[in-house]
């Protein structure tokens, strides 16, 4: 897969975006968990465990948003919320989004891997630097990413321990301005197998 990714930019504060039609930035290879069918996995696997967003910007325990050097961060829109960057040097280095996860305050008691989507949406390239924290687990999708238009920046958190404080975040180092919508906190894709 592609560092670069194409799609449609956003419009103007009056239009809704259909977040589900962002392409992400990890293939489905590098996401899913494989599991035989006769192994223990928890329902509701498939939904998202939280959705961090301009208007949901605490979740629970720790879980939270840091928006570094935002233009503006538009709530009260008709269309979708979001918050929009561009391109300058700040003291932590350029603009950005950043959420920290708690895993263990969303009643997760076993080490797990998740999936931190950041949707947004540029106006050209733009140029990311990609990072993550998952303490003693691993973490993949991470570094300089040049992404435009709708695009759902994914990371993996893999074998994290319920009681860690995570993080990911995304941080502009050039290109274009562009829009954060949401960033999702996810379990992986399960895929069976024999």
Do not use: C
Request: aromatic residues 10%; charged residues 10%.
């Amino acid at each position: 897969m592609s560092d670069d990714y194409a799609g449609v930019a956003a419009g103007n504060d009056d239009m809704t975006v259909d977040l589900s039609t962002f392409e992400k930035t990890l293939d489905l290879r590098d996401i899913a968990t494989k599991i035989r069918i006769d192994d223990i996995f928890h329902f509701p696997w498939f939904l998202p465990i939280d959705t961090i967003s301009p208007t949901h910007t605490v979740g629970k325990g720790r879980t939270n948003l840091t928006l570094i050097a935002p233009d503006i961060m538009q709530t009260d829109t008709v269309g979708t919320p979001y918050a929009s960057f561009s391109n300058r040097q700040t003291q932590a280095g350029g603009p950005g989004v950043s959420v920290h996860f708690a895993p263990g305050a969303y009643g997760i008691s076993g080490t797990g891997s998740y999936v931190v989507s950041f949707a947004i949406s540029a106006s050209g390239p733009v140029t990311l630097s990609v990072g993550a924290y998952a303490g003693s687990g691993t973490t993949s999708g991470t570094g300089s990413r040049t992404v435009n238009a709708n695009v759902s920046v994914a990371v993996v958190l893999n074998n994290v321990p319920p009681s860690q404080q995570t993080y990911v975040s995304i941080q502009q180092t050039g290109g274009a301005q562009w829009s954060w919508y949401t960033t999702s906190i996810e379990h992986p894709p399960l895929v069976f197998q024999p």
